[in-house]
Antibody
Framework: EVELVESGGGLVQPGGSLRLSCAAS????????INWVRQAPGKGLEWVSY???????FYADSVKGRFSISRDNAKNSLYLQMDSLRADDTAIYYC???????????WGQGTLVIVSS | SYVLTQPPSVSVAPGQTARITCGGN??????VHWYLQKAGQAPVLVIS???DRPSGIPERFSGSNSGNTATLTISRVEAGDEGDYFC???????????FGGGTKLTVL
């Protein structure tokens, strides 16, 4: 069974940093692309970043230069390093399996990030 | 960048047909995916590549895409279909995933 489990969320002050993790199981992680998608309280879905199986990387304009996506295929894990956090980064962050033009067919349950003083 | 436009809300009586639109410039030329997010849950894929139904999604869910509008159609709507529906595309111009703003489906 495909499973994605996010962790690492929490409360952080503006300007601070946080590292999110996404643990994958039930599929050959190294052969799939993964997205980070976030959802601010009461708002819609916002794509954050993408990393392909070959480590091609893309970022949303809103996080480019502040967030960094990476993967460790040996550990079946995906990461999102978030620096210079702002209040508008407050959201539930989901990892979702998806390949470019293809849909995100499996999603984790999300981890909540709150940026506040 | 590419913009997807959805109506904020759609209401329908049980047993009737709900249609949720997703507008975008020449959207008919690209693949559209649809997700349902129920309250407090992660999104679930309900339609992929305009009209394909993933395993486990009822046949009542269907999709179409032409011109400047993609449409998700839910036939014989049930109370359990309530939630927020999001359309999504991959914008090859920017290499970005784009989501529509979401449509809240209410079953009256």
């Amino acid at each position: 069974e495909v499973e994605l489990v996010e962790s690492g969320g929490g409360l952080v002050q503006p300007g601070g940093s946080l590292r999110l993790s996404c643990a994958a199981s039930g599929f050959t992680f190294s052969t799939y692309s993964i997205n980070w998608v976030r959802q601010a309280p009461g708002k819609g879905l916002e794509w954050v970043s993408y990393i392909s199986s070959g480590s091609t990387i893309f970022y949303a304009d809103s996080v480019k230069g502040r967030f960094s996506i990476s993967r460790d295929n040996a550990k079946n894990s995906l990461y999102l390093q978030m620096d210079s956090l702002r209040a508008d980064d407050t959201a539930i962050y989901y990892c979702a399996r998806g390949e470019g033009l293809a849909p995100s067919d499996y999603w984790g349950q999300g981890t909540l990030v709150i940026v506040s003083s | 960048s590419y913009v997807l436009t959805q109506p904020p809300s759609v209401s329908v009586a049980p047993g009737q047909t709900a249609r949720i639109t997703c507008g975008g410039n020449n959207i008919g030329r690209i693949s559209v995916h649809w997700y349902l997010q129920k309250a407090g849950q992660a999104p679930v894929l309900v339609i992929s590549f305009d009209s394909d139904r993933p395993s486990g999604i009822p046949e009542r869910f269907s999709g179409s895409n032409s011109g400047n509008t993609a449409t998700l159609t839910i036939s014989r709507v049930e109370a359990g279909d309530e939630g927020d529906y999001f359309c999504q595309v991959w914008d090859t111009g920017s290499d970005h995933v784009i989501f529509g703003g979401g449509t809240k489906l209410t079953v009256l």
